[in-house]
């Protein structure tokens, strides 16, 4: 039984360089989330896609921000010309939804071990 | 907007005892309610969920009731174990029209410590 896996886990880079994390959900899910997590806060949703289309995505997600799930399958975040309060941990969820509140199962978020982003 | 407020932190308890950890919420429509937890240097797991008010999640001891009234869906053990010591995130996803929306909105975490 595989879970959300994420790629790197960790990552250190200097600013204003570009990252790219990569995420791979459960196979089954439909739905892929991003959040963003700083020390001693709770997540915070940056975007996510239902199958391939990109439904909704947060004012968190500066243009310096995209988002791809290009064949409905694994994800990737990349970050262009990264700041300092880009550190964060970057986490990584999937679900599987038939939309429907209430519905067995619905919309319980899967969550990957997180990639672990440090700017200098 | 949606949010969720749990109550200040770190918890810290001896094994055995009550836990109470407070979680507050405000959200437009009727949302499902969750308990998230991580584990250190794990990632977050669910923890219970309840969709509708008055429902109650459980789960490995743990307990929390959806009460619509006071917009509440406080989580409750009622012996904890050192290995329960994590940090716990109070959670909501809105739903209207029988839809859910995707995100999750979560509280800022409580990190509980038991001791032996």
Not at chain 1, 7 to 24: A, E, L, M
Not at chain 2, 22 to 40: D, K
Not at chain 2, 62 to 72: I, L, M
Not at chain 2, 97 to 109: A, N, V
Request: aromatic share 12%; charged share 20%.
């Amino acid at each position: 039984d595989t879970g959300v896996s994420q790629d790197p886990r960790h990552k250190i880079t200097k600013r204003g360089q570009n990252v790219t994390f990569r995420c791979d959900p459960i196979s089954e899910h439909n739905r892929l989330y991003w959040y963003r997590q700083t020390l001693g806060q709770g997540p915070e949703f940056l975007t996510y896609f239902q199958n391939e289309a990109q439904l909704e995505k947060s004012r968190l997600l500066s243009d310096r921000f995209s988002a791809e799930r290009p064949k409905g399958s694994f994800s990737t975040l990349e970050i262009q010309r990264t700041e300092q309060g880009d550190s964060a941990m970057y986490l990584c969820a999937s679900s599987h939804s038939t939309g429907l509140a209430g519905a067995p199962g619905h919309n319980e978020q899967f969550f990957g071990p997180g990639t672990r982003l440090t700017v200098l | 907007g949606n949010s969720v407020t749990q109550m200040e932190g770190p918890v810290t308890l001896s094994e055995e005892a009550f836990l109470t950890i407070n979680c507050t919420y405000t959200a437009t429509g009727y949302p499902s309610l969750f308990w998230y937890v991580q584990y250190p240097g794990e990632g977050l797991q669910l923890l219970l969920k309840a969709t509708k008010a008055d429902d109650k999640g459980s789960n490995k001891g743990f307990e929390a009731t959806y009460r619509k009234e006071t917009t509440s869906f406080h989580l409750e053990k009622g012996s904890v174990q050192v290995s329960d010591s994590a940090v716990y995130f109070c959670a909501l996803i809105r739903n209207a029209g029988g839809t859910s929306y995707g995100k999750l909105t979560f509280g800022q975490g409580t990190i509980l410590t038991v001791h032996p």
